[in-house]
């Protein structure tokens, strides 16, 4: 893709989270342990799901996609935001900002439709016992996978040629910590009337349809969980219900005001932004897998077996 502008602008200056060198410090110290978390605990779901034939099915199968997608999420953020708490010039380059963009909208649409693909596998499980099998079938589910990078990946082309159109004025400096198209706009010389309505219609629709079919599956969800009579089934449920809403929710909640309120540079914008793209990718592996019994007894085989490789 042709990222080149027609200014002559060729950099960005980030502003970041603060601008004290002591808070920098402190704040390098936090997102690197948040993202050394991210990663690690998606890696390990990775690994997990890959070597242990017991989590071999379509659950899991959505699950090490969702773990890759975060990984790629939060490795199109993080590392230029600790790079630039640490450095005294912090500045992105026009194709490097588009660039990020341009990954930041694939993998946050891919990951929207994934969610929304494992909200619909748990409602064939728990909805339909019966027919799981023969609904989430193997085919089935890498279709529905591809489905969701294809969907992410249409949504970032109809967005960003348009961007790189923009005329950029003498104004360079961003108030965030990354990239985001919305921070673009108020930059802009040329009219980004087009780009914003655009923007609006693809994230209203993509957001709308993947969040209504996932709160649509969770609501059949819960109408079945009230039917069982045991207790702790029922408690149990609910719990992993609301943990997975929880960061369903937090996830839907903060990208739609990021990116449909208007952009003044309020910090209320920087909190949204790290809540969905920094904050989610980290919980996502401990939400969906590691409260999982299933999940820790095959990270006990997995770690066994490494260790008998190692003596």
Same mark, same amino acid.
């Given at each position: ?29 936090? &997102? ?62 026009? %194709? ?6 341009? &990954? ?102 993509? %957001? ?10 969770? %609501? ?12 702790? %089934? ?78």
């Amino acid at each position: 893709m042709d990222f080149r502008n027609h200014s002559t602008m060729t950099e960005f200056i980030l502003l970041g989270l603060s601008a004290e060198p002591h808070i920098q410090a402190l704040l390098f110290v936090l &997102f690197l342990g948040i993202y050394l978390l991210t990663v690690t605990g998606n890696l390990m779901m990775l690994l997990v799901i890959r070597t242990d034939s017991h989590l071999h099915n379509p659950m899991y199968f959505f699950l090490s996609h969702l773990s890759f997608i975060d990984l790629c999420f939060s490795s199109v953020i993080v590392p230029k935001m600790l790079e630039n708490l640490l450095s005294k010039k912090k500045t992105i380059s026009v %194709g490097g900002c588009l660039s990020q963009i341009f &990954f930041l909208f694939v993998t946050a649409g891919t990951e929207a439709c994934l969610l929304s693909v494992m909200a619909y596998d748990r409602y064939a499980a728990i909805c339909h016992p019966l027919l799981y099998a023969q609904v989430m079938r193997k085919e089935w589910c890498v279709q529905l996978v591809w489905v969701s990078w294809s969907l992410g990946i249409l949504d970032t082309l109809i967005n960003i040629p348009l961007a790189t159109q923009m005329d950029f004025c003498e104004t360079q400096t961003i108030p965030h910590y990354s990239c985001e198209l919305p921070s673009l706009f108020p930059l802009s010389c040329s009219d980004v009337s087009t780009n914003l309505i655009v923007m609006f219609c693809s994230i209203i629709s993509h %957001g709308l349809a993947t969040s209504l079919s996932i709160f649509y599956s969770y %609501g059949c969800i819960v109408s079945t969980i009230l039917s069982i009579r045991s207790r702790s %089934g029922r408690s149990k449920a609910f719990s992993t219900c609301s943990s997975h809403l929880f960061t369903v929710s937090l996830f839907y909640g903060s990208g739609f005001l990021r990116y449909l309120m208007p952009t003044s540079g309020s910090p209320l914008e920087l909190i949204f932004s790290l809540q969905y793209n920094v904050i989610t990718p980290m919980l996502n592996p401990l939400i969906y897998s590691l409260k999982n019994k299933e999940v820790k007894a095959a990270l006990k085989r997995t770690v066994g077996m490494y260790l008998q490789c190692f003596r």
